[in-house]
């Protein structure tokens, strides 16, 4: 019996899966029993805003920038569960030894849309039940189209993930383009079907048809080159370096960021307007960018001096790369928080002041970051769980007042 690319991708992901997660069951079960259903309550309330997020997009009065969060908190959603089992995924480990078979794209391109939609995995249930809404509150034909319109996006998002994590870039923006119809349409509308389904095989046509991208002589550095080398010049070598060492880290981080104010989004998009959830998404959203950020400091610094280490005696040296290192991050974590205050004042009712909104809750997550920032280069191992712990309690404490 003759083994087929696709059966040898299909048995590699099944025996790695099983490999990686042998010995998880106790885990779990213990786990479940400390967290109680707290831990299922959360993953069930996830599932919920982005099955109620992408009907929201079938609504006239549902905001661009509503629309723009529901996309993105899908798309971040699955390319992070992907990103995840991506070494599983692309038999990573054997990449020298496949990339001499005479292997055709179009066996490659089967095998990663089969596993990536095993993948998916539990993000079907929210799909399932937006199918199941459709059908039963909108009438027949625009349920039809509606439907068609979610499976386009659905099965255009997949292709850009796998893109994505394939490194091809250029025709992940193609791909990219079919979301966009989304952003000005609804999809239960017959115009608004057409133009998702010819954008998107418009896009597939594009991306199938374009090569790759050939190396270019070198030329000399034009005017954006020379300030990024000043930039670099100036940060003490911070700025490339982080860039360089830090890429995946850093990537990872703003994913985090991006997608946790795209999920505010598709949650504002399925519920009324209110302070308490004005209120919870300041919280939410002020906590999720400490404790991103809190660590980047002290990582960025110790990877710079780590990477130059011959440059390290100087003191005015290693002063600047604390400066820059600090500095960064700090700007990052500032922007963070003036998105989640807009997108608080986006939360409260109409007519509603931003003055009724706590301002005090960014002061005290702003500590909470400079206290997380210095504990990161103590040498002690107590704040590697101290620092999370204080997060986690604080925003629940929080959160359980607000709600309540």
Do not use: K
């Not at 099965?155 to 850009?160: D, E, T």
């Not at 239960?188 to 954008?199: D, H, K, N």
């Not at 795209?262 to 519920?271: D, I, K, P, S």
């Amino acid at each position: 019996m003759s083994l087929s690319y696709a059966r040898l991708r299909q048995l590699h992901f099944r025996m790695s899966l099983a490999d990686q997660f042998r010995g998880m069951g106790r885990t779990v079960i213990i786990l479940l029993g400390f967290l109680g259903a707290t831990g299922l309550l959360a993953v069930a309330e996830m599932l919920t805003v982005l099955a109620n997020g992408l009907m929201a997009l079938t609504y006239p009065d549902t905001a661009p920038v509503e629309r723009l969060g529901v996309v993105l908190s899908w798309q971040l959603v699955t390319l992070g569960l992907l990103w995840s089992l991506r070494r599983v995924m692309f038999m990573q480990g054997a990449d020298s030894f496949l990339s001499v078979l005479p292997i055709p794209e179009r066996a490659v391109w089967r095998a990663d849309l089969l596993i990536a939609m095993q993948c998916y995995s539990i993000m079907w249930l929210p799909l399932g039940w937006l199918l199941y809404t459709l059908w039963r509150r909108l009438p027949p034909q625009q349920a039809l189209l509606a439907c068609m319109s979610y499976l386009v996006m659905i099965g255009s998002g997949l292709v850009l993930n796998l893109l994505l994590l394939r490194g091809m870039y250029r025709r992940a923006g193609m791909m990219a383009l079919p979301m966009l119809a989304l952003m000005v349409m609804r999809p239960q509308s017959a115009a608004g079907a057409g133009a998702l389904l010819g954008v998107a095989l418009l896009a597939v046509i594009a991306a199938v048809r374009m090569r790759p991208a050939r190396p270019t002589a070198s030329q000399p550095a034009g005017h954006g080159r020379a300030c990024y080398e000043r930039m670099a010049v100036v940060s003490a070598l911070v700025l490339p370096v982080s860039l360089h060492a830090l890429r995946e880290s850093l990537i990872v981080r703003g994913a985090s960021l991006l997608g946790a104010w795209a999920m505010a989004m598709a949650l504002l998009a399925g519920r009324a307007p209110s302070m308490g959830l004005a209120t919870a998404l300041l919280i939410g959203l002020s906590a999720m960018a400490s404790a991103t950020l809190y660590r980047l400091p002290a990582l960025i610094r110790s990877t710079v001096l780590s990477r130059l280490d011959f440059l390290v005696g100087h003191r005015r040296f290693r002063w600047r790369v604390t400066l820059f290192a600090a500095t960064l991050p700090t700007a990052l974590f500032t922007i963070c928080l003036g998105a989640a205050w807009a997108t608080a004042i986006h939360a409260l009712p109409v007519g509603a002041s931003d003055a009724v909104l706590p301002f005090h809750l960014l002061y005290l997550y702003a500590g909470l970051f400079v206290l997380g920032a210095l504990g990161a280069t103590w040498p002690r191992d107590v704040m590697r769980w101290l620092i999370p712990a204080a997060h986690f309690s604080l925003t629940l404490v929080l959160l359980m007042a607000t709600l309540t």
